[in-house]
């Protein structure tokens, strides 16, 4: 990939929100290579596509309704009942 490209691609991905902005800025201060940031962030889970499928009502909207549901008793007698 030609470094203008890699350029391009960073620029992009600092411009969604201050935050990948001030991550992107603090690598690059560490000196490490832009193609290392890219995968980095390519790796990288969005956070609001995991609260999405959690909150949805698919799969993982089951498991963590059930998990939530086995688990409050528990919590709840620990609090109640030391």
């Known amino acids: 990939m030609p470094p203008w490209a890699v350029a391009e691609r960073l620029i992009a991905e600092a411009a969604k929100s201050p935050e990948h902005e001030a991550w992107i800025a603090r690598q690059l201060m560490a000196r490490r290579r ?5 995968t ?3 790796r990288a889970t969005d956070p609001a596509k ?4 959690i909150g949805g009502d698919g799969p993982a ?3 963590f309704a059930c998990l939530i549901t086995f688990a409050t008793p528990f ?3 620990g609090w109640l009942l030391p």
């Open 34 to 38: 832009p193609s290392e940031i890219l």
């Open 40 to 42: 980095d962030l390519s």
């Open 50 to 53: 995991v609260i999405a499928a």
């Open 61 to 63: 909207g089951l498991v």
């Open 75 to 77: 919590l709840a007698l």
